[in-house]
């Protein structure tokens, strides 16, 4: 998910939208069981508050006490140490220099003692600041963390993408619809268990999800009957338990300065689009972004990127055709800093990941942004082509491996059969997924929501 800059106004009218959708109407049990979730949250969260304030509150008991301590043992160094600096006085007084010299030494121990008394004060005063300001922090961190949450989920359910990511993964649930259609309402044995699975595995599902659906039915269900729309609601329940762990906000507001985010992927997965596509929308935010056409073997890839950049007000920094391209990006970060901008985003060539020498130049690239900061890039997504079906997962693998993928995009939903695929890879990989794509308009790629995917592949209405 993109927290956009500016995302506050941004956030208001997503939440407008979204409050225009029809709630669904729930039953009873289900009312009560939503209440009952929600009492049992609050609850849990109660008591895990309770738990940190009374942490909180014995920390700052045991400060009170050792700073009373503290303060006493002070009272009685100084007191110790007038008394001495009183018989010091006195014998010299009597020109005792030996017992004033004695004397002497007691009050300089006296004084060092009241210096370590005060820096353990200054440092108790440190560490409850500390803490006051990480109270601080996690409160201000819940809170963007809730109004991430809201804005990603009223853009990621806004009715009117809802519908055209219905319409845009027809193809692939009308695969799985007209199979589960040869159910009717059939008793849920061996047999029709074998049929489903070797549905859900042609629908690119994968065998692991294919296997986990169909044994959590054959716990519920089996030798029971079980009509399409039951095992079509089960479904949808099971691919978002699958997906919903890999649902991740994305805020390019946040971290270093600039933010380096890289962007690989296979030839014609939509790479340039999609950067062109989240520049537009980080620029509606009032972004300071720079746009890196690290493509410099197709002369058309830079030209898009161009074009993309003009659209959004975004400078594009390229270099002709057959440039080196780890070269190009060093000197775009540089150019960044220079220009205290926020975020770079790098294009970079699409290469099969078969190929062992285009694979190494991408690691090239990585170690060249290394060079200026060794925590970058800050992010590597990797973007998708849905119509590729399971070699998708294929490719995942090579460039986790070789780029250290970080999130994923999936594009060219509304034009394939094949958009199970995504439930694979998030079976197979540990991988947020970012966004979705859905046709070729800035506004088609949206924020991935788990339940509104599942939703849309088995053909259920939102």
Request: hydrophobic fraction near 45%; avoid cysteine.
């Amino acid at each position: 998910m993109i927290l956009w800059f500016g995302k506050k106004k941004k956030q208001q009218e997503l939440k407008d939208a979204g409050a225009a959708m029809e709630a669904p109407e729930l039953s009873a049990e289900e009312l009560a069981a939503q209440e009952a979730e929600i009492a049992r949250k609050a609850a849990e969260q109660e008591e895990i508050e309770r738990k940190v304030a009374e942490a909180n509150r014995a920390w700052e008991e045991r400060q009170a006490r050792e700073a009373a301590a503290a303060a006493e043992e002070a009272a009685r160094l100084e007191e110790e140490a007038r008394k001495a600096e009183e018989a010091r006085a006195a014998a010299q007084a009597r020109a005792d220099e030996a017992e004033a010299e004695r004397l002497a030494e007691e009050a300089e121990r006296a004084r060092k003692a009241k210096e370590e008394r005060e820096a353990a004060q200054a440092k108790a005063a440190a560490e409850l600041k500390l803490l006051e300001e990480r109270r601080e922090a996690a409160r201000l961190r819940a809170e963007r963390e809730a109004a991430a949450r809201a804005v990603m989920e009223a853009e990621a359910n806004d009715p009117g993408f809802m519908a055209k990511l219905g319409s845009g993964l027809s193809r692939s649930s009308s695969r799985l619809t007209s199979g589960l259609s040869v159910f009717g309402r059939r008793k849920l044995n061996d047999e029709t268990l074998e049929e489903l699975e070797d549905l859900l595995i042609s629908s690119d599902l994968g065998a692991k999800v294919a296997m986990r659906v169909t044994s959590n039915l054959s716990k519920e269900r089996f030798d029971k009957e079980i009509s399409e729309d039951e095992i079509r609601g089960a479904l949808a329940s099971e691919i978002t338990d699958v997906l919903k762990p890999r649902e991740k906000i994305v805020d390019f507001s946040e971290g270093p300065s600039p933010r380096i985010v890289l962007f690989v992927g296979v030839n014609g997965s939509g790479k340039t689009t999609t950067i062109g596509k989240i520049a537009s929308k980080l620029t509606e935010q009032g972004a300071k972004a720079l746009l890196v056409a690290g493509d410099t073997f197709r002369a058309a890839a830079i030209e898009q990127l161009t074009v993309w950049g003009e659209r959004a007000g975004i400078p594009v920094m390229s270099k002709p055709t057959g440039a080196d391209a780890a070269g190009l990006v060093y000197e775009a970060i540089e150019k960044a800093k220079a220009d205290d901008l926020d975020l770079v985003l790098v294009d970079t060539a699409g290469r099969l990941q078969n190929k062992t020498e285009l694979m190494s130049e991408l690691e090239k690239v990585v170690r060249v942004i290394r060079k200026l900061d060794p925590t970058a890039p800050h992010d590597v997504i990797l973007v998708l082509d849905a119509t590729v079906g399971q070699n998708a997962l294929s490719q995942v693998e090579a460039f986790k491996n070789t780029a250290g993928v970080t999130g994923l995009v999936m594009t060219k939903l509304d034009g394939t059969a094949k958009g199970g695929v995504l439930v694979a890879i998030a079976e197979a990989y540990d991988l947020p997924i970012h966004f979705i794509g859905i046709g070729e308009k800035a506004e088609d790629l949206r924020p991935f929501s788990a339940e509104a995917f599942s939703k849309a592949l088995v053909g259920l209405q939102s």
